[in-house]
């Protein structure tokens, strides 16, 4: 027994029930009788991984008997979600579970609620990383994900009087089951200090780095199960820790609190997770988590996961590091210093090593988001690895001015270290030099990539740029969040399609049937039922039944234009109470917003209020009722999103051309069957070239649309002035009429509209007004709609995270990567 593999326990609701009692009596210390929803919790929890266990020790096992080229996934963010359900369904073992747990008289649903979900990101990026993993997992690719265990994740949003006030997430309050901490595999990482010249036995010139402090990392893992496959994955998420020096420190000095207070400082590397997803605040600690994390996962690799006589010129057959965005770009300098300084090896055949071993994803097109840190915080910090970057920085301009001979002006827009406004390290441009391949996230995102934000660089290396469109997991996604749709697909085209995405296209002929029409009607209606319930115990608040629900959840960002939708909503308003529209003529509307703003966004905030504030006059309005209502449930997260999505009838994706990325939540909604209202921004434009523009509503400006207005010297007051019904809804917002009779309030953001408006929603504002009317009378063609929203699932399938990660096999990571 002790020399087999490990033995999974009885797969039945017995087995599972010793299983759940074991870890309650012998792991929680309590009886079922005297347990607390929490002890049931944690206990059932690890009774289901104990069905992983097996699995997770046999994938490991079987990677380090037939070793492949692995993925080193480097993020700073993973908006995990909640794990159990997640386990529950890779492992098939809901029904077991809830007829266990129903022994003992316990709910599934009520263990469920009881999991705060790891909020370990801001947004997009952080839930790509989540969904890459799993689908990695599902594929039994070789891969490990690296990223920090922040104690703090993304923040609690709640509303004070309409404002957005955060609150500390104290997701480890409770204790966390899904994680397995492992100090004994603990490592240092060094920070300050400075450098100095010597000679080694050899009589070489070297270079050495003498710190001035360091902190430990603990990784605590966790698993990734792919869909029942029998393969487990693991995330590898870094802690920091105080040194045990600082343990001698207390003995030494006798200062007790002197020493505990560096044990602290310590610590709080990776205390929070920084809220912010569009502007780099250039801040040191944050500095210091990206070095940390990157650091730490290197040395992981190279020391403990590698042969113990590993030669590391092989190093590019064993692994390939995807750079999630910047942040952990600094692993470039990183691998340098260890492979030059630590393992003797000369420049050049380092940087041969380091260009192959990266790869660079590219998450955003805002200038302000790229990251660049000031020289004199990276030298401070990573005296080494500033050298590092000097000596990257000169060979590459070298070269650049031998393609380009004379052009001064090109070296200087290219270099890695800028000098105006200040002199600072370009991430992006770090990236690119180094990285083998860099792409972005959606086809119109990596060519504007391309063509606006690293053009001179796609002239230099025009082989090095790609595209690899995002992707979502359809297992959570779609099985787990939306179960009467799946069940639904299981009978049209056959069990094992959360496997094989591309498959739902065998529902096409079905949009045609009027009985599947109604069926799938029914099951938008049960979402649509479950939500209301959740809403009502979550937030106190009554959606209206019946209506068509128009869903808009991302960030705050003003380039996402969440102003925009409130333009439409008090025009709605504002059309009825006027009496220019009867409304029993109004195709009856609830419009629901979810976002969470970054802590110091001024206007961010202010759009936050200010929905609130039409929330509150709409919905108190007995002229409108049951025909417009406005919901904003605060702290939107992956939990909400699961219940929301799958809800809704119209997706709403309206920022400016040209300005997001990508999107996720777009290709979630059009899977789970709402159309989309969208600008040819990011992956809308492939959304809407797979489902047809019959069932897409596309309105507003192209990019190209957008760059020529910008050049032609855009007024927004001019098409304020120009277009009365836009006046009547500015100016009605401008007097107070949502606000108390305040106008004050609402200033900043009227003022920001009519004289800055960066991301010209006054601009689109009238095709979007046209498009929603004909939204509202498409709507009411019952038939038309459902089949519409048919054909959306059927051929959303190319979405599938499944997809993306083929494309990146293909296109990025290279042979030698096992399926
Ligand atoms: C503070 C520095 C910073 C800058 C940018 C932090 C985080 C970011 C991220 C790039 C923001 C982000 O999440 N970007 C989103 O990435 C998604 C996944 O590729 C895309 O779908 C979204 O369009 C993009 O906004």
Known sequence: LARGPVVPPTRSSEGFLREFLRELQYGQGVTLARSSPNDQYLAMARAVRHYLMADWLETARRRREHPAKMVGYLS???????????ALLATDMVDIVQEALAECGISLDTMRAQEVEPGLGNGGLGRLAACFIDSLATLDVSCVGYGIRYEYGIFRQTFVDGRQVEVPDTWLSFGNPWEFPHPEREVEVNFGGHTEQYTDEDGRERTRWIPGWNVLGVPYHYMVPGYQNG??????LWSARATHAFDLQIFNSGDYAEAVRAQTFAENITKVLYPEDSTPQGRELRLQQQYFFVACSLKDYIDQTLPPDFDLKRLPDQIIFQLNDTHPVIAVPELMRLLIDDKGMEWDEAWEITQKCFAYTCHTLLPEALEVWPVELVGRLLPRHLEIIYGIN???LEQVREAFPGDELRVRRMSIVQDH???????AHLAT??????????????????????????????????NVTNGVTPRRFVRQANPA???????????????DLSRLSGLESFAEDPEFREQFRQAKQANKERLRALLLVRDGVELPEGHLLDVMVKRLHEYKRQSLKLLHVVTLYESIRSGEVAAEDVTPRTVIFGAKAAPGYHMAKETIALINAVAKTINADPAVKGRLAVAFPANYNVTLAETLIPAADLSEQISLAGMEASGTGNMKFALNGALTVGTDDGANVEIRQLVGDDNFFLFGMSEPEVAALHASGYVPSQVYADNPRLKRVIDLIA??????GDPGRVSAFVDDLLYNDRFMALADYQSYIDVQERIDAAYADTEAWTRSAILNVARAGFFSSDRSMHDYLDRIWGAGIRL
């Open 76 to 86: 700073a963010e993973y908006l995990l979600g909640r794990q159990l359900d997640n």
């Open 231 to 236: 393969v487990v994955n693991t995330l590898r």
């Open 394 to 396: 000169e060979r590459f």
């Open 421 to 427: 406004p200040f002199r600072a390290v370009r991430m």
């Open 433 to 466: 030099v180094a990285g083998a391949k860099v792409n972005g996230v959606a086809e119109l995102h990596s060519q504007l990539l391309r063509d606006k934000l690293l053009p001179d660089f796609a002239q230099m290396y025009p082989d090095k740029f790609t």
């Open 485 to 499: 749709l799946s069940e639904l697909i299981s009978e049209a085209v056959g069990p094992g399609w959360e496997r």
């Open 735 to 740: 007097s107070g009429a949502f606000t108390d």
